[in-house]
C-alpha cells in the first residue's frame, strides 16, 4: 500500500524514478519479486514505463 501511495502522492521524485527504473533494471520490479515474492506482480511493475503507469498496476492488485 505505502509504494503505491508514494506514486499516487508524488513522493517519489522523478529523478528517484530514473535512478531506480532504468534499462538495465527495476528496483521496485526487483523487491516485489524478491522480499514479496511476488513474480506475477512484479513482471507487471517491469512494463510500467511511468510512475503513474505502476500506481495503476499496484492498486490493481491491491484491489484482488
Known amino acids: 500500500k505505502e509504494l503505491a501511495h508514494a ?3 508524488n513522493d517519489i521524485t522523478d ?3 530514473k ?4 534499462a538495465k533494471d527495476n528496483d521496485f520490479a526487483n523487491w516485489i ?5 511476488n513474480p506475477e ?3 507487471k511493475l517491469r ?3 511511468s510512475k503513474a503507469d ?3 498496476v499496484l492498486s490493481a ?3 484482488k
Open 7 to 9: 506514486f499516487k502522492a
Open 15 to 17: 529523478l528517484q524514478w
Open 19 to 22: 535512478h531506480h527504473v532504468h
Open 41 to 43: 506482480l512484479a513482471k
Open 47 to 49: 512494463v510500467a514505463s
Open 33 to 37: 519479486q524478491f522480499v514479496f515474492r
Open 54 to 56: 505502476a500506481y495503476k
Open 61 to 63: 492488485a491491491l484491489t
